[in-house]
C-alpha cells in the first residue's frame, strides 16, 4: 500500500541581509509538521529556500563591485548554516538563481503567454524598491510610503509584460468562500475577501530597468519579475518539468506557510497563475504572525534584531525551537524575549524533563541494578498514568494535523508533569526498602522507563536531538530513526529486561544575573496585649521573627557527604540563584526522594564550613523521635514564608 504523501513549504526567503529570529521561527514550524508527518509514516516533502532576483540585489551588489551571484552566493551560504544549526529537516533547497528553476519559469511563461493571458504593455506607478512592489496613490500610508515597510516609493514607468490576473478575479473569490479552509487563521482570509473586492489589478510580471533576473523566453530585453518568478518555485523541485510521477503525487501543497505580510501574494497571485496554468490550487495557506522583541517589532533602527546563530551558540537549537513553538500560538503575533527564554529552559526542560529522566534512570541502576523488570498488574494510580500517556498520544496526534502546535507541546509537558507527581505518589524508595514490595517497585520502574519512551517520541518533531538522546540513555533496542506514531499508540513497548543506559544531563540550568530583591512589604506593627516586661527567656518578638527569612527553595541535586553518615549535600534553586545546603537527613532519605522537592530554606543564616563543604541556609525539618520530615510545599521556588 502507498503511503500517503504530505507536502508542506516555507517561503523563499530573500537574502538582502542575515536572517533573523522571526526566520528561524517560520522554519521551525514548518520542520515540525514535516517531522510530525513523517513520524505518522506519511512520505513527506519539505521545501525550503532563497529568492535571488531583483532590483534591490543588483543594486547591494552592484554597490559592493561584485556579481549578484556572488552577492547572494555568500548570504545563502549562511541561510543554509543556520538550518544546519536548527535540525531543519528539508527535502530540497531551491535557489531561484538554479538553471532547473530558470527552466520552469520560463516554460510557465510560455504557456500563460500562448493561452493568451499574457500581454505587452506599459508600466507607470508607484514602485518599492525594498518591498518588489507596485502601489496606487491610494495605497500608500498617510505618509505616501510603501505600506508594508513605510519607506518612500518612486516613480517608474517603462515597458513590461502583464499577467491578466483581473480575468480571474470572480474565481478565486468564489473558490475562497466556497473553501473555508483555503486561507488560514480566519483573520487572514477576511483580510483577503475584502482585498478581492476592491478589485484587481493586472499583475507587471516584466521589468527592463535591470537585468538580474530571469529572460523573458519571447523578448530577452525584459526579465521576469520576482511574483512570478519566485512563486513557482513550489513546483520546481516535486517535478514540473520532468519528473510527473513525483509531481502528481505531492501536488497540490498541502500547506505553504507564509508570514501574514505575504499571504496576499500566495492566496491571490499564486492561485491565479495556477488557473490559467488549469492546476489544482494549493490546499491551505497559513498566515502565521510576526515575532516581536520585548514588546517591539524587530527593526535595525532599534537595534533588537535577534540573531538565531547567537542563541543557538548561547543555548543550543532545541531549547530555541522548543521556546519559538510553545510559547506562540500558530496565527498569533508572539513575543520574543531572552529572559523568558531561560526561565523556560530552566522551569520545563531542566527541571521537569530532565529531572524525570535523572530521577528514573537514577532510581532504575540502583533499586534493580539498571534492568527493566517486566510489570506483573496495575495499581489505580498505575492506570491512571497509563490512560493519561494514551490520551497525551491522541492528542499530539489530532492537535499536530491540525498544527494547534503550541496547545500540543503543552499537552505533552501536562503528561511530563504528570509523570514527576507518579513518583511522589509510588514512592519507590519506600517501595525497595521492602522485600515484599519489589513487583509494585518493577511496575513502577517499568512505567516511568514506558513513559520517558512516549515523550521521547512526543517531543521528537519539537527537540529532535532530545528526543533521541533520551532514547539512547534508556537504551532502547531499536533505531530511533526507525520510530513511527503508531509505536506509542499501545502502551508497553519497553522490553522487560533490557538494561538503562547511563544517566547524562539534558539541560544544565542557567544562572541568572541576580536582580535586586524586591523586598516584601512591612508589616505593619500590630497593637499587642501588654505584657509584663520580663520577657521570657525563650520568647522572640515579632520584630526578631521578621529577621530571619525563609523562602521556598527547589532540591536540584543530592548527594552524600564523604565520611559523614548524617549529612547530605544538596543543590538548591532559589529562584534567583543556585546554592549548597547542608542536610543532617541522610538517615531519613535516600537522595534520589529529594530531587525535585520544595522546600523551605533558612535563606540569611550565616555561611557555615561543614565537613569541608561551605552550607548557605538551613533546610527545615519537623521531628518526632526517631521520625523526621522536610518540610515541604506546593509553591514555586523563590516563594517568601511569611
Known amino acids: ?149 513605510g519607506r518612500p516609493v518612486k516613480e517608474v514607468a517603462e515597458e513590461a509584460y502583464f499577467f491578466k490576473m483581473s480575468k480571474y478575479a470572480d474565481r478565486i473569490l468564489k473558490y475562497i468562500e466556497d473553501n473555508p479552509d483555503f486561507i488560514q487563521p480566519v483573520s487572514r482570509r477576511n483580510e483577503m475577501i475584502n482585498f478581492i473586492k476592491q478589485g484587481l489589478d493586472d499583475l507587471c510580471i516584466s521589468r527592463t530597468s535591470f537585468d538580474w533576473g530571469i529572460p523573458v523566453p519571447i523578448d530577452e530585453k525584459h526579465v521576469i519579475y520576482v511574483w512570478f518568478d519566485a512563486l513557482t518555485n513550489y513546483l520546481t523541485p516535486i517535478g514540473f518539468l520532468d519528473d510527473q510521477e513525483k509531481f502528481n503525487k505531492f501536488w497540490p501543497a498541502n500547506v505553504h506557510l507564509v508570514g501574514k505580510e505575504i499571504v496576499r501574494f500566495h492566496s491571490i497571485i499564486w492561485p491565479c497563475i495556477l488557473m490559467a496554468l488549469d492546476l489544482p490550487l494549493p490546499k491551505q495557506i497559513y498566515g502565521h504572525g510576526w515575532l516581536v522583541v520585548d514588546g517591539s517589532k524587530m527593526s535595525k533602527s532599534l537595534g533588537n534584531v535577534v540573531d538565531p546563530v547567537e542563541l543557538i551558540n548561547k543555548y543550543g537549537a532545541d531549547a530555541i525551537r522548543y521556546f519559538l513553538l510553545r510559547e506562540i500560538n500558530l496565527g498569533q503575533d508572539g513575543n520574543f524575549s531572552e529572559l523568558a527564554l531561560v526561565q523556560r529552559i530552566n522551569a520545563d526542560l531542566a527541571n521537569d524533563l530532565g529531572n524525570l529522566l535523572h530521577r528514573t534512570l537514577n532510581m532504575v541502576g540502583k533499586f534493580q541494578k539498571g534492568e527493566v523488570l517486566a510489570a506483573n498488574g496495575r495499581s489505580e494510580v498505575d492506570e491512571s498514568l497509563i490512560a493519561d500517556a494514551m490520551a497525551t498520544v491522541k492528542t499530539f496526534d489530532e492537535g499536530m494535523a491540525d498544527m494547534k502546535i503550541s496547545t500540543v507541546i503543552k499537552a505533552v509537558w501536562a503528561f511530563i508533569s504528570r509523570a514527576n507527581k507518579y513518583i511522589d505518589e509510588t514512592a519507590p524508595w519506600a517501595l525497595a526498602k521492602d522485600v515484599n514490595k519489589k513487583q509494585e517497585l518493577a511496575n513502577v520502574m517499568y512505567n516511568l522507563v514506558e513513559s520517558l519512551r512516549i515523550i521521547s517520541v512526543l517531543i521528537a518533531p519539537f527537540m529532535p536531538t532530545t528526543a533521541e538522546r533520551i532514547w539512547q540513555q534508556l537504551n532502547m533496542p531499536t533505531s530511533f530513526a526507525d520510530v513511527r506514531l503508531d509505536d506509542i499508540k499501545t502502551w508497553g513497548g519497553t522490553p522487560a529486561g533490557m538494561h538503562i543506559g547511563e544517566a547524562q544531563q539534558l539541560f544544565p540550568r542557567i544562572e541568572l544575573e541576580k536582580e535586586d530583591a524586591v523586598p516584601a512589604a512591612k508589616e505593619k506593627k500590630q497593637d499587642m496585649p501588654k505584657q509584663d516586661n520580663k520577657a521570657k527567656d525563650d520568647e522572640i518578638t515579632i520584630d526578631d521573627f521578621g529577621k530571619v527569612k525563609l523562602q521556598v527553595v527547589e532540591i536540584l541535586e543530592a548527594e552524600p557527604v564523604p565520611k559523614a553518615d548524617k549529612l547530605l549535600k544538596l543543590k538548591v534553586n532559589t529562584g534567583s540563584e543556585v546554592r549548597e545546603v547542608v542536610s543532617g537527613i541522610a538517615k531519613h532519605y535516600e537522595p534520589a526522594q529529594l530531587i525535585g522537592k520544595k522546600v523551605i530554606l533558612v535563606m540569611n543564616l550565616k555561611p557555615a564550613k561543614i565537613r569541608g563543604v561551605v552550607s548557605h541556609g538551613m533546610i527545615l525539618a519537623a521531628s518526632n523521635g526517631d521520625e523526621l520530615e522536610v518540610v515541604s510545599v506546593d509553591m514555586p521556588a523563590g516563594s517568601v514564608v511569611k
Open 1 to 149: 500500500m502507498e503511503s500517503k504523501s504530505f507536502y508542506i513549504t516555507t517561503p523563499i526567503y530573500y537574502p538582502s541581509a542575515k536572517l533573523h529570529i522571526g526566520h528561524a521561527y517560520c522554519t521551525t514550524i514548518a520542520d515540525s509538521v514535516a517531522r510530525y508527518h513523517r513520524l505518522a509514516g506519511e512520505d513527506v516533502f519539505f521545501l525550503t529556500g532563497s529568492d535571488e532576483h531583483g532590483q534591490k540585489i543588483q543594486e547591494k551588489a552592484e554597490a559592493q563591485g561584485i556579481k549578484p551571484i556572488e552577492y547572494v552566493d555568500k548570504i545563502v551560504a549562511e541561510f543554509q548554516k543556520l538550518w544546519d544549526m536548527l535540525n531543519i529537516s528539508n527535502d530540497d533547497f531551491l535557489r531561484t538563481s538554479q538553471k532547473r528553476h530558470e527552466k520552469v519559469v520560463q516554460e510557465i511563461f510560455r504557456r500563460v503567454y500562448d493561452k493568451g493571458d499574457i500581454y505587452k504593455g506599459a508600466y507607470k506607478g508607484l514602485y518599492c524598491t525594498p518591498c518588489e512592489s507596485f502601489w496606487t496613490e491610494l495605497q500608500l500610508d498617510e505618509n505616501g510610503c510603501c505600506p508594508d515597510c
